[in-house]
Nanobody, 122 residues
Framework: VQLQASGGGLVQAGGSLRLSCTAS????????IAWYRQAPGKQRELVAY???????NYADSVKGRFTISRGNAKNTVYLQMNSLRPEDTAVYYC?????????????????WGQGTLVTVSS
């Protein structure tokens, strides 16, 4: 599975952006897609995730402001970010957890997209 993230940019505080992550390859095995972010000098942190059964979860810092959703084709996931704050400035990465099958064996994998920069000015 390969992931392509897009949608980052420069926005003023209080503004909105929508990030997109499109998966290609063996997408039928994907069971979870998530967004992470990494701010300068900080560790990468989980922002939100979406499971195939529709379950979603968010970091406390973005609850009520960010929404993760799947596109109709299910191989695209969006992160709608509203009421952006300067502390949301980071490189945002999407990842996918997916399974592959070979006979009776199931292997678990994780793929990462290349990251898209979000800069929120005060």
């Amino acid at each position: 599975v390969q992931l392509q993230a897009s949608g980052g940019g420069l926005v003023q505080a209080g503004g909105s952006l929508r990030l997109s992550c499109t998966a290609s390859g063996d997408t039928a095995g994907i069971h979870a897609i998530a967004w992470y972010r990494q701010a300068p000098g900080k560790q990468r942190e989980l922002v939100a995730y979406n499971l195939n059964d529709g379950t979603t979860n968010y970091a406390d810092s973005v609850k009520g402001r960010f929404t993760i959703s799947r596109g109709n084709a299910k191989n695209t996931v969006y992160l709608q970010m509203n009421s952006l704050r300067p502390e949301d400035t980071a490189v945002y990465y999407c990842n996918a957890d997916w399974a592959s099958y070979s006979g009776d064996e199931i292997s678990q994998h994780r793929s990462w997209g290349q990251g898209t920069l979000v800069t929120v000015s005060s």
